[in-house]
């Protein structure tokens, strides 16, 4: 099968591990030229090393993206580095569980500042490339995929602040999907249940086996799943866009 993505640049934040890992190989296997934003260089490193070994190209940004200089910072690295910028994964967040009374409300802010402003800042940044990259070839399209969670459509006890996040997400991506649609940029929301990756491992001790017993029994899905159905979203025909994606492990109830 042809690579779907050559002649293309992708960018990944939140590539250090987990689903932005499993994406930027993904992305790279169909020929894209991927730029691996995260804080932690020395998984990126690592990454990038296997993602060349493989014959494909990628460029290391080191990185906070909220940081709003840092976030433009690594837009404008990746575009001065490949040219062009076609995709965007916006997969930098994290999960800080627990009730809201008595909660450490630093861990709010981490949650917004990572999960919301991070997200929008790198979308800001990389907008006019994306409008730049769908007016030309080789596609005459391009793809912003937000991830989400499925918890932002379901809210829980135990969960407020990290679906109100979530939420704000949705709300975002759906907003700027129906600006730049008619301009050939696609804007999807990519929704997992659980995904065995390090998310949970962020919780207080005290929240974690309230968390891990969520799922007991449930076998999660993989970061490669994510990464497969992220893979598809980017590689439909111009004319097809895939506005919305939620996957659940089979076993997972709610």
Same mark, same amino acid.
């Given at each position: 099968m042809a690579q779907r993505l050559t002649g293309t640049t992708a960018l990944v934040t939140g590539a250090s591990s987990g689903i932005g890992e499993a994406t930027a190989l993904a992305l790279a296997v169909e020929g894209a030229a991927v730029s691996l934003v995260a804080r932690r260089g020395d998984r990126l490193e690592a990454l990038a090393? +296997?993602?060349?070994?493989? @014959? !494909?190209?990628?460029?290391? /940004?080191?990185?906070?993206?909220?940081? +709003?200089?840092?976030?433009? @910072? !690594?837009?404008?690295?990746? /575009?001065?580095?490949f040219g062009r910028l076609d995709t965007v994964i916006n997969n930098a967040g994290v999960m800080l569980l627990g009730p809201v009374e008595d909660a450490p409300v630093d861990e709010w802010d981490r949650m917004l500042a990572i999960n919301v402003q991070g997200l929008m800042y790198v979308a800001h940044a990389a907008l006019p490339h994306l409008l730049k990259a769908a007016a030309h070839d080789p596609r005459g399209v391009a793809d912003l995929v937000n991830v989400s969670s499925l918890a932002g459509r379901i809210a829980r006890n135990g969960s407020a602040v990290y679906n109100a996040t979530k939420h704000a997400v949705g709300a975002f991506s759906e907003g700027l999907r129906q600006e730049v649609t008619q301009r050939h940029v696609r804007v999807s929301l990519m929704e997992p249940g659980a995904v065995e990756t390090e998310l949970i491992s962020h919780n207080r001790d005290e929240i974690r086996p309230t968390v891990d017993s969520r799922f007991e029994g449930v076998e999660k899905l993989r970061a490669e799943d994510i990464a497969d159905a992220i893979s598809y979203i980017v590689t439909r025909p111009r004319h097809v866009a895939i506005n919305e994606v939620l996957v659940r492990p089979t076993e997972q109830q709610s």
């Open positions: 090393e +296997r993602i060349r070994g493989a @014959g !494909a190209r990628a460029l290391v /940004v080191e990185a906070d993206v909220t940081d +709003r200089d840092a976030a433009i @910072g !690594a837009v404008e690295r990746t /575009v001065g580095e």
